[in-house]
């Protein structure tokens, strides 16, 4: 059984820095693509950022670029976010999500395979 699990969201002032991680389990986390999205009551769950399998390509919304990182650690399979700079429309519930996804596809949320249950991230002004 496949397991993701989301921690390391909380409140945090606007400027401020969170890390988020995701443990996973029951599956060979080395040949998955991790990806993180977020989404906020009333809207959709969008793409924040991917990984590839090794851990040799990254992939990050507009959004995010220059204040975000993905990285992930295939011998503790866990991904990571680090978040810096953060802003209030920042705030949501952050998901990981794991599939075989395919260069080219690693915003499209319906290609990921297996999703952890999220984390809140409040970013206060």
């Known amino acids: 059984q496949v397991q993701l699990v989301e921690s390391g969201g909380g409140l945090v002032q606007a400027g401020g820095s969170l890390r988020l991680s995701c443990a996973a389990s029951?599956?060979?986390?080395?040949?998955?693509?991790m990806g993180w999205f977020r989404q906020v009551p009333g809207e959709e769950r969008e793409f924040v950022a991917a990984?590839?399998?090794?851990?040799?390509?990254?992939y990050y919304a507009d959004s995010g670029k220059g204040r975000f990182t993905i990285s992930r650690d295939n011998a503790k399979n866990t991904v990571y976010l680090q978040m810096n700079s953060l802003k209030p429309e920042d705030t949501a519930v952050y998901y990981c999500?794991?599939?075989?996804?395919?260069?080219?596809?690693?915003?499209?949320?319906?290609?990921?395979?297996?999703w952890g249950q999220g984390t809140q991230v409040t970013v206060s002004s």
């Open positions: 029951g599956l060979t986390f080395s040949t998955y693509t």
């Open positions: 990984i590839s399998s090794s851990g040799g390509r990254t």
């Open positions: 999500a794991a599939g075989r996804v395919s260069p080219g596809n690693y915003r499209d949320r319906v290609r990921y395979d297996y």
